[in-house]
């Protein structure tokens, strides 16, 4: 009896495991969210619809093992993108505390991923007037966020030019009172959100990593890195091209139509993970 039980248990955890390795390359891929990506992969793997999913570390984990084999050498630059992309819409709304969150700070994304803001405001509407005077064309709707209810996301599309797409980038607006439960560390002992100054560190330790830099010499703030065409070269941009100053310039785009496709709330708790 306990053999049985303990063979049942392999066997479920290898089948979640074949699940997430599927899933972690439409993910890579095609740019799906975990949940979506879950469920085709069950489809793709002919499994019975009812079939226990893995759960979204076991995912993470997946994505992580995936872009090392697969996506070395193209997804440090893709990452660096949409982060430095990310700050300048951090920047943009920064009386409203934005937090980064999911693939984009925890370093899985690519480009074919979207941004996804946290915004924790004492007046929420407040958030949408700033968004207008910016003359963002962006598209509110309502989703489920990390506290269970609903919040309203303010979803827009931006161009990243060291990638050449539009990216998509979605404000979650939450009161200020909830940016206290935000801060708790996850399942992993992460932070699982960054303000400002924690997004510019993510970006200036890239690029110490990039140009050979070791922790104990990396600049620290309000110092400059010693050589900016060197970085841009190291990253992959043109020589003297600065992320930061064109992702500024860069116009204000009409969302795509891929931006958030799932029109109803039952799949919202899967935008922020």
């Given at each position: ?5 303990c ?60 872009i ?83 919040v ?15 990216v ?93 496709a ?6 919202a ?5």
């Open positions: 009896m306990l053999l049985a039980s063979l049942a248990y392999i066997n479920v955890n290898t089948l979640q495991s074949e699940i997430a390795a599927t899933a972690a390359a439409l993910v890579v891929e095609e740019g799906l969210e975990y949940g979506p990506a879950k469920r085709r992969a069950v489809k793709q793997m002919a499994l019975p619809a009812r079939t226990e999913l893995p759960d979204n570390d076991l995912l993470e984990d997946a994505v992580r093992e995936y090392a084999v697969f996506c070395a050498d193209s997804q440090p630059f893709e990452l660096a993108a949409l982060r430095e992309l990310a700050l300048v819409w951090m920047q943009r709304m920064a009386a409203f505390r934005p937090y980064l969150t999911g693939a984009v700070w925890h370093g899985t994304a690519t480009k074919l991923s979207d941004i996804y803001i946290q915004l924790f405001c004492d007046d929420p509407k407040s958030a949408e007037i700033a968004l207008i005077e910016h003359n963002a064309d962006y598209e509110p709707r309502t989703v489920k966020g990390f506290t269970g209810g609903d309203e996301a303010l979803s827009l599309s931006s161009l990243c030019k060291p990638l050449s797409v539009h998509g980038v979605h404000y979650m607006v939450y009161d200020h009172d909830d940016l206290r439960g935000a801060l708790r560390s996850d399942a992993k002992g992460r932070t699982p959100r960054g303000n400002i100054l924690a997004v510019q560190k993510l970006i200036l330790l890239a690029a110490c990593r990039a140009l050979g830099i070791d922790s104990e010499k990396e600049p620290q703030r309000g110092q400059f890195l010693p050589d900016l065409q060197a970085h841009s070269q190291a990253m992959g941009q043109k020589a003297g091209e600065k992320w930061t100053a064109a992702a500024l310039l860069q116009p204000m785009l009409p969302r795509s139509d891929r931006l958030l799932v029109q109803n709330t039952q799949n708790p899967e935008i922020e993970k």
